[in-house]
Structures are given as C-alpha cells and as structure tokens.
C-alpha cells in the first residue's frame, strides 16, 4: 500500500533563510509526486509536481527514488510562503491521490 | 469558470441530526473526490467517482456516511446520524481524464455539536 509521510507537523524559519520541507513515500511502483499549498482561508491548491521540473514561486522538489524522498526547498523564504504544505502521491491510472499529514510553515519577519 | 463550487461554506449541527454537503464540478471533469481534513489526521480521501460511478469507497469510515452522485454535476456527501467526531473540513476535488492535477473547491466546515 502507498503511504506518504511528512515527519514535521509544524516548521518555522526566518525570512530569507532556506527552507526544506521533507516527504518520504512507500510505494511499489512509478510513483508521480505533487506539492500542494493551501493558504490562509484558501483553497488547497497544486504547487507543483515531480513529472514537470519546473520551479513555482521559487520552491523546487526533486525525485529522489533511491532515498523515496520528494522533498520541496526554496532557497530564501518570504512571509507570503507561509501555509500548510502537503505532498500527495498518485499511485496510478486510478487518480486518486493519498496526502501526507501536512507540515505548517511560519516564515517569521 | 468559479472553480469546483461547495455548499454550504460552514454548518453547525447537533448531533444526531443529518448533515448534506454538496459539490458542484468544474464542467468536463469526470473524476470527483470527496476529502476530509483534520488537525490529527489530515487529508483523507474518503469516495472517489469516475463518470459518476462510485469506484472506491474504501475511505468513507462508516455506515453513516454515504455519498452520491446523480448526475455530472452534482454530487452530495451525507452524514445520518451526524456524530461530535465528524466535525472536520471537508472538500471536494475534480480532475479530468488524462491530467494528473486535482482542483479543490473551498471546502465545507462542518462542526458537530
């Protein structure tokens, strides 16, 4: 069975420091990998995904298979960055994705 | 297009009493998924739809919840009898065939007295 796993519920960092948020994932087969953010009072909404390599508002993942890791970094980050983060696995044809428990990210002035 | 479309945005009940939430599709998506989503839990997927047809209910945790979806735009989540426990965000998403993303309506919270 698919499982997703996102170790830290809450993260805080200061403007303009790095930033990492970490998932791991267990499945069998060719995973595909998403980030999605949901905003303060906001719908949750995609970020990003592994498939497309490509960089929104500053934030990156990469697929790591050896490690089964999909973990979202940006390199300075800002107030508006912060939301609930959570990264989701769609673990084939079926389309449905299963959410890790979400990391809380708090950019702090 | 105004997104995937939930109704209503908050509910307040005691228990015991049935709860409906709704859900409107973006037109053309034929996958809709209802979620529900707690601080201790977080997202889970409770029924999935494809073409209107039910394909896994595997997340719906019990008897009192069932869902519906009578026609492609439409699609109904009940919970009867409504319990404290229940109290949670719930949202559903829609996808088109082919495409890998998922779009969230706002989400309904549901607080159960």
């Known amino acids: 069975a698919q499982r997703v796993t996102q170790p830290e519920k809450l993260l805080s960092v200061f403007k303009g420091a790095p930033v990492e948020l970490k998932c791991n994932y267990s499945?069998?087969?060719?995973?595909?990998l998403f980030w999605y953010v949901q905003y303060s009072r906001q719908r949750l909404q995609l970020l990003l995904r592994?498939?497309s390599r490509e960089s929104i508002k500053g934030f990156t993942a990469d697929l790591n298979k050896g490690e089964t890791s999909f973990h979202l970094k940006k390199p300075f980050a800002q107030e508006e960055d912060s939301a609930m983060y959570y990264c989701?696995?769609?673990?084939?044809?079926?389309?449905?994705?299963?959410f890790g428990s979400g990391t809380q990210l708090t950019v702090l002035p | 297009d105004a997104g995937v479309i939930q109704s209503p945005r908050h509910e307040v009940t005691e228990m015991g009493q049935e709860v409906t939430l709704r859900c409107k599709p973006i037109?053309?998506?034929?996958?809709l998924f209802w979620y529900r989503q707690t601080m201790m839990r977080g997202l889970e997927l409770l029924i999935y739809?494809?073409?209107?047809?039910?394909?896994?209910d595997s997340g719906m945790p019990e008897d009192r919840f069932s869902a519906k979806m009578p026609n492609a735009s439409f699609s109904t989540l009940k919970i009867q009898p409504s319990e404290p426990r229940d109290s949670a965000v719930y949202f559903c998403?829609?996808?088109?065939?082919?495409?890998?993303?998922?779009?969230f309506g706002p989400g309904t919270r549901l607080l159960v007295l």
């Open positions: 499945y069998s087969g060719s995973p595909e």
């Open positions: 998403a829609t996808a088109r065939t082919g495409a890998e993303t998922q779009y």
């Open positions: 989701a696995l769609n673990s084939g044809s079926a389309r449905q994705l299963t």
């Open positions: 592994h498939i």
């Open positions: 739809f494809n073409n209107n047809v039910p394909i896994d």
């Open positions: 037109s053309g998506h034929d996958y």
